[in-house]
Nanobody
Framework: QVQVVESGGGLVQPGGSLRLSCTAS??????????MGWYRQAPGKARELVAT???????NYADPVKGRSTISGDTAKYTVHLQMDKVIPEDTAVYYC??????????????WGQGTQVTVSS
């Protein structure tokens, strides 16, 4: 089994910052990852990409968070972090950590954390 555990989040004031962390463990250890990342889902909306980081360290950001977010981590250590500054109420959502692996046959596997709530409110 693969465990994906997020930490961080909570209540953040508009204009403030948040930092999320994620660690994968269990059956994924020893298997190289393609990428790790963060997605979010607001009430009544579909899950959407926030940011990803590849095994080569290349970061990708969704437009709504670009310029005020930084994803960091090391897929070889199965850890990823998300720093988001200047948060706005629209950032309110459940944030999910994603672990993405592609095996030698080209088969893709996705593992998800249980999610951590982020609420931006004064």
């Amino acid at each position: 089994q693969v465990q994906v555990v997020e930490s961080g989040g909570g209540l953040v004031q508009p204009g403030g910052s948040l930092r999320l962390s994620c660690t994968a463990s269990g059956g994924i250890i020893g298997h190289p990852l393609h990428s790790m990342g963060w997605y979010r889902q607001a009430p009544g909306k579909a899950r959407e990409l926030v940011a990803t980081i590849s095994a080569a360290g290349v970061a990708n950001y969704a437009d709504p968070v670009k310029g005020r977010s930084t994803i960091s981590g090391d897929t070889a250590k199965y850890t990823v972090h998300l720093q988001m500054d200047k948060v706005i109420p629209e950032d309110t959502a459940v944030y999910y950590c994603n672990v993405h692996r592609i095996n030698g046959l080209g088969q893709a596997y996705d593992y998800w954390g249980q999610g951590t709530q982020v609420t931006v409110s004064s």
